[in-house]
């Protein structure tokens, strides 16, 4: 069980983390989530003794995590895959730390196999792949058989067959009763994955709430129905109270009611039916729809980025606001998850530049 309270972290005047409160509880899969600059790291960090809170407490098992005798035998975690000595094995590295927090050398072996290392233990990890990085971070979290797991984007480099393997992985932790909390910006991935979901934006709880309560709030559900007979079911479900809203494609859109419901009512007035079909919105919808307002770092779409002609709003896009300023159309790009190649890449890119330059004249 992990506890946070009052969690909070001020770097100058950048209010990082404000106030959390939340608790991670043990046979299931926590999801963290929050757009970019959210404060998922630095939480993170706090909870491993990293970074020392401005206020507030995090305690693993009721204590602090500097309380811990052998921390890696209570919590293990991969914050940051490329945080390890590149010259050392595979091996090696792994090794140090068990030697260093009184942990076995048969689980080297044991935590290699698990993560699918075993033929390269000997290869120096700078010569890893970033998928390789990220299975030897998996393997260190998992060196002292703890009861308590974080990951960091553990996804992040892994392959399809490397994805499987760490959901999986994650599952079957969970499902021995460990508590695992993982972080990721796949949102695909995160609702196969998280049974309960922590979202934080510029900082603050949002949501501590189950997966599926979290996608019914955050999100519309209806029903879509199409008949042959188009303004007779309309006229149909008017009889009946229901407003039929029309959608683009000529079904209707109906709100509020089960589709179970309308398959009987249309059934009964012997009305001939090609689409009758509930529609529940993904939890990237609803993960937008919810963060909209906390992102900082906003997209622009179109091929050539802030300075080309700005793109009409994408048709196809999510019906959610995925951007939430009205002058940045929703686009290919758009929202917390667009990369380099988008706007916030430029952003990026621009903030970088100054900071070459503050560098430079600094020297
Ligand atoms: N050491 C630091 N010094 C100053 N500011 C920092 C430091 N670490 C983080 N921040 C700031 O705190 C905020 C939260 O950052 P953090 O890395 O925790 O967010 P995040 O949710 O993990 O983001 P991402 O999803 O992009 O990884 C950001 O605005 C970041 O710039």
Not at 31 to 53: H, I, V
Not at 164 to 181: D, E, P, S, Y
Request: charged share 20%; with cysteine; aromatic share 4%.
């Amino acid at each position: 069980m992990i506890e946070i309270e009052g969690l909070t972290k001020r770097y100058g005047e950048k209010l990082a983390v404000d106030r959390l409160t939340f608790s991670v509880r043990p046979g299931i899969i926590t999801g963290f989530l929050g757009p970019n600059g959210a404060g998922k790291s630095t939480t993170m960090r706090m909870m491993l003794g990293l970074d020392n809170p401005t206020a507030g407490t995090v305690r693993i098992d009721g204590k602090h995590y500097r309380q811990l005798k052998d921390p890696l035998t209570y919590l293990g975690a991969l914050l940051d895959a490329k945080a390890m000595h590149g010259g050392r094995s595979a091996y090696h590295h792994l090794l140090c730390l068990a030697q260093s927090n009184g942990i076995p050398r048969a689980r080297v072996h044991q935590a290699l196999d698990t993560v699918g290392l075993t033929a390269v233990a000997k290869k120096r990890a700078k010569g890893f792949s970033l998928g390789m990085g990220q299975r030897l971070g998996i393997a260190a979290a998992l060196l002292g058989d703890p009861r308590i797991l974080m990951f960091d984007e553990p996804v992040n480099g892994l392959d399809p067959e490397g994805i499987h393997w760490i959901r999986n992985l994650m599952k079957g932790l969970a499902a021995q009763g460990r508590t695992v909390f993982v972080s990721s910006h796949l949102m695909s991935e995160m609702a196969l994955t998280a049974d309960h979901l922590v979202v934080i934006g510029q900082g603050r709880l949002l949501a501590d709430t189950s997966m599926a309560e979290f996608i019914r709030r955050n999100s519309r559900s209806y029903v879509r129905m199409r008949s042959p007979e188009h303004e007779r079911l309309r006229d149909v479900l008017a009889a009946a109270g229901h407003t039929a809203v029309p959608a683009k494609d000529g079904a209707w859109e109906i709100d509020g009611v089960g589709a179970d419901r309308l398959g009987e009512l249309a059934a009964g007035h012997g009305l001939v039916l090609h689409e009758l079909s509930p529609q529940q919105a993904s939890l990237e919808e609803a993960f937008m729809q919810l963060t909209a307002e906390s992102v900082e770092y906003h997209a622009h779409s179109g091929p050539s980025g802030p300075s080309g002609p700005t793109a009409p709003a994408d048709p196809a896009a999510p019906a959610a606001p995925a951007a939430p300023a009205a002058s940045e159309p929703a686009g290919p790009g758009a929202g917390p998850q667009a990369g380099p190649a988008g706007g916030w890449g430029a952003d990026w890119r621009r903030k970088n530049r100054k900071n070459r330059k503050n560098r430079k004249k600094g020297r």
